[in-house]
């Protein structure tokens, strides 16, 4: 089975997708940064290799992937799911928090993307998935940063689709819509009812399900799609 690396795998989606891989018969490592207790029980639970590492350094980039290399063997699948986000008017945005931003959800697509290429290109097969969301398509009020990140994710990902296919990779992207993780954990029981009446399934969406879609992305099954945008989003993006 192959080897995969999981960014910001600690919670969340990342969590999710951890728990997946590792059932279905993969070799998994996965990055975490503050969560050194849930990583922990995570690779307790999974038996998948938890690494610490700062998705906006370098130097901790090329350190989780040289580690995942030596532990279980070259990434074939690069899921870029490390993110942050951010809720305030546009007119109190700092230039510093704009940047931590970029550098977060944007840097760390590219480090890592970057890092883990040579061998997938060597092999002429591999798959990378990068994480979205649903406001970097439709852009979400008091979230400009975090929307204009997500976006720069699907331009990176739709662009680097065509320029690795003729090495056998396909480059895709999730965009989630509204899930029930900690990301959304400030949203007030009266948001929570707007957008599940916004979103056709009327409900929030689960890790699970994201995680799910991740799994179909790397299997053989979507080997001919490449440069996509998966929407999991309950129908709210169509």
Known sequence: MKTVLITGGSRGIGRAMVELFSKKGYRVAFTYKCSGKAA???????????????????????????????????????????????????????????????????????????????????????????????????????EVAYSASKAAIIGMTKALAKELGPSGITVNCIAPGVINTEMNARLSDEDITALCDETPVMRLG?????????????SDEAAFITGDVMNVSGGYIT
């Open 40 to 142: 922990e029980e995570l690779s307790l639970a999974t038996g998948a290799l938890a690494i610490c590492a700062d998705t906006t350094s370098e130097n901790d980039v090329k350190k989780a992937v040289a580690i995942t290399k030596e532990k279980l063997g070259n990434v074939e699948i690069l899921i870029n799911n490390s993110a942050v986000s951010h809720f305030s008017l546009f007119t109190d945005l700092s230039l510093e928090e704009w940047r931590a931003i970029f550098s977060e959800n944007v840097d760390g697509v590219f480090l890592y993307t970057r890092e883990a290429l040579p061998d997938m290109i060597n092999a002429k097969c591999g798959r990378i998935i990068n994480v979205s969301s649903m406001w970097g398509i439709v852009g979400a009020s008091c």
């Open 206 to 218: 689960a890790p699970e399900e994201v995680a799910a879609a991740a799994l179909f992305l790397a």
